[in-house]
């Protein structure tokens, strides 16, 4: 198993962020940051399968994982990204046990999945293959998102299915698809992360969780999450030009 799905299966607490600025350099700047891993998202930014690749070639320069989310459900992208070199993938709005179990088959080869072998980065352009197809199945992190009502209907489920390493919550979604946003509704929204968090564990599943910043880690700790992504580098950036140039402009 890698030293990073350990870290991320172990309960303790792992933080990294998301890589949303499609560049290299941003890439570099977020692994020397002392990020344990970054997530590059693909959901949400708009980066090509070419640039997910040199991204991750970033990352690695710095000996830092780099897992892509991924669009969607598609196990072509999971395929991707993974071919890449990823070094796990996060899969997006998760909402039923068989959708759980497709990303299992995606991200797996055989005899667990149905992940297909080729010549690509991870397999050191063919030179490694056979190394590739006897260790990635021990060191490729499966996270996925519980982030729909349905998704949280069906948690219990979700969480027993064998294969996934980190239920990952997405708060912002979640509070969109419950009814549960703005602070009038943090109640609600705490209730359903922690009845996701609590669910997850009693699987025996590490629980992770977006965080725009690293305010309240340490308490979302107590509630049993220990993998955290915490903004990312297009948030930071804004919020460092705000602060940066925020008393000046205002003058
Ligand atoms: C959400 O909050 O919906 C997310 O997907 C965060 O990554
Ligand atoms: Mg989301």
């Not at 570099?28 to 708009?46: K, N, P």
């Given at each position: 198993?890698?030293?990073?799905?350990?870290?991320?299966?172990?309960?303790?607490?792992?933080?990294?962020?998301?890589?949303?600025?499609?560049?290299?350099?941003?890439?570099?700047?977020?692994?020397?940051?002392?990020?344990?891993?970054?997530?590059?998202?693909?959901?949400?930014?708009?980066?090509?399968?070419?640039?997910?690749e040199?991204?991750?070639?970033?990352?690695?320069?710095?000996r830092?994982?780099?897992?892509?989310?991924?669009?969607?459900?598609?196990?072509?992208?999971?395929?991707?990204?993974l071919?890449?070199?990823?070094a796990?993938?996060?899969?997006?709005?998760?909402?039923?046990?068989?959708?759980?179990?497709?990303?299992?088959?995606?991200?797996?080869?055989?005899?667990?999945?149905?992940?297909?072998?080729?010549?690509?980065?991870?397999?050191?352009?063919?030179?490694?293959?056979?190394?590739?197809?006897?260790?990635?199945?021990?060191?490729?992190?499966?996270?996925i998102?519980?982030?729909?009502?349905?998704?949280?209907?069906?948690?219990?489920?979700?969480?027993?299915?064998?294969?996934?390493?980190?239920?990952?919550?997405?708060?912002?979604?979640?509070?969109?698809?419950?009814?549960?946003?703005?602070?009038?509704?943090?109640?609600?929204?705490?209730?359903?992360?922690?009845?996701?968090?609590?669910?997850?564990?009693?699987?025996?599943?590490?629980?992770?969780?977006?965080?725009?910043?690293?305010?309240?880690?340490?308490?979302?700790?107590?509630?049993?999450?220990?993998?955290?992504?915490?903004?990312?580098?297009?948030?930071?950036?804004?919020?460092?030009?705000?602060?940066?140039?925020?008393?000046?402009?205002?003058?």
């Amino acid at each position: 198993m890698s030293g990073f799905r350990k870290t991320c299966i172990s309960f303790e607490r792992v933080i990294g962020t998301f890589s949303a600025i499609p560049h290299p350099v941003a890439v570099e700047i977020a692994a020397t940051s002392g990020a344990a891993f970054l997530c590059i998202d693909c959901e949400h930014a708009q980066i090509g399968r070419e640039r997910v690749e040199d991204m991750i070639r970033a990352a690695d320069l710095h000996r830092v994982p780099a897992m892509v989310r991924v669009p969607g459900h598609q196990p072509e992208a999971i395929a991707s990204a993974l071919d890449a070199g990823a070094a796990g993938v996060l899969v997006p709005r998760v909402s039923t046990a068989g959708e759980a179990r497709a990303a299992v088959a995606a991200t797996r080869f055989p005899p667990v999945g149905r992940r297909g072998v080729g010549p690509g980065r991870a397999a050191g352009y063919g030179y490694r293959i056979a190394e590739t197809l006897k260790s990635a199945n021990e060191t490729v992190v499966l996270a996925i998102q519980i982030e729909t009502a349905e998704g949280l209907a069906n948690v219990e489920e979700i969480a027993a299915v064998e294969g996934i390493d980190v239920i990952f919550i997405g708060p912002g979604d979640l509070s969109v698809a419950i009814d549960a946003m703005g602070p009038d509704n943090a109640e609600k929204l705490n209730a359903a992360i922690r009845q996701i968090a609590d669910t997850a564990r009693a699987a025996g599943k590490a629980v992770g969780i977006f965080r725009p910043d690293g305010s309240d880690v340490a308490a979302w700790e107590t509630a049993g999450i220990s993998f955290y992504i915490i903004g990312s580098d297009a948030m930071m950036l804004a919020s460092g030009l705000a602060a940066g140039l925020g008393a000046a402009l205002r003058d």
